[in-house]
């Protein structure tokens, strides 16, 4: 008897929590095999002669140059273009969120100055840096701004987008059930335009760390950007590979804190939308 009950315990299923651990670190595990295979053919390639050093360096030689600069140049030179990053992109959220319900609620003034915000966007923002220097000096405005430029538009568009596809069912019955304005933007209006707008901030998050580094290439005295243009002068292949990975982890880093934000507040945002079956 004790054998049969002991044989059922060990036959049983996993629980759908060990599962999901499991699919997890399977996931992590075949990431960093496909890394490690990656660092393992590039070795191999300058290795045998395939690729000059000159021009891809080696994996051991990035490690060292992140190793030996991680407590010195790339921490301050990291701060800056991480906060010139989180200026523009709070910048960018507030200003692109109040401008779109701002021109959905006044319908005239879109009409009146949506050829001009279609014509700003439509500019290369390369070309508008040195504009931006030339305003605000070789520092953090000019930084700023450029991010501010690409980050602005997309999150405009985004609570546009969100505001204008909801269902006018929603706002006919709000208004017959006699919801002041602030109760239709509350709850109608906001739960609604919630996910397009995690949607545009997300991308005005990633875009306002890539205007940033732009900024700091063209023309800055910090900055990982700056880093690169200067390692690019005196042919560091090492040193701009390392500072290349440190951005690309950066931003991994950044869409999954972005990912987790977004999971928990449009969940708590939409309730009341899927409470009523909407």
């Known amino acids: ?22 699919r997890t670190l399977g996931l992590y595990v075949g990431r960093l095999c496909i890394g490690l295979g990656f660092c393992a053919l590039w070795w191999a390639l300058v290795y045998f002669g ?12 990035v490690v ?18 991480l906060s010139a990053m989180l200026i ?23 009409r009146l100055i949506d050829p001009y915000l279609t014509g700003l966007n439509s500019m290369p923002r390369i070309a508008l840096a040195p504009i931006f220097i030339l305003w605000f000096g070789i520092g953090i405005g000019s930084k700023v701004a450029l991010a501010f430029s690409l980050g602005f538009f997309i999150v405009l568009n985004s609570t546009i987008a969100g505001v204008r596809n ?5 706002m006919r019955l709000s208004h017959t059930l006699g919801c002041s304005g602030i109760q239709r933007f509350w709850k109608i ?20 760390f890539l205007g940033v580094v732009t900024s700091e290439m063209i023309a800055s005295r910090s900055g990982l950007g700056y880093l690169v243009m200067y390692y690019s002068g005196i042919f560091r292949m090492d040193a701009i590979l390392g500072i290349l990975f440190i951005m690309a982890l950066a931003a991994i880093a950044i869409t999954m804190i972005a990912d987790a934000i977004e999971a928990k507040l449009v969940g708590n945002w939409t309730e009341p939308l899927t409470r009523t079956g909407v």
């Not at 395939?50 to 030689?61: E, N």
């Not at 909801?166 to 929603?170: A, G, T």
């Not at 209006?189 to 306002?208: D, N």
């Open 166 to 170: 909801i269902d006018p069912v929603l």
């Open 189 to 208: 209006t906001l739960p609604w335009a919630v996910p397009s707008v995690f949607a545009g901030l997300k991308l005005a998050l990633i875009y306002s």
């Open 88 to 110: 523009a992109f709070a910048l960018s959220g507030i200003t692109g969120i109040m401008g779109g319900l701002l021109l959905v609620e006044v319908p005239l003034l879109r």
């Open 50 to 61: 395939v690729i000059p050093r000159f021009f891809v360096s080696t994996p051991d030689a």
């Open 64 to 81: 060292r140059y992140l190793w030996d600069n991680l407590g010195g140049e790339l921490v301050p030179n990291g701060l800056d273009t």
């Open 1 to 22: 008897m004790n054998d049969s009950l002991s044989l059922s315990r060990a036959e049983s299923p996993p629980s759908p929590a060990k599962k999901k651990c499991c």
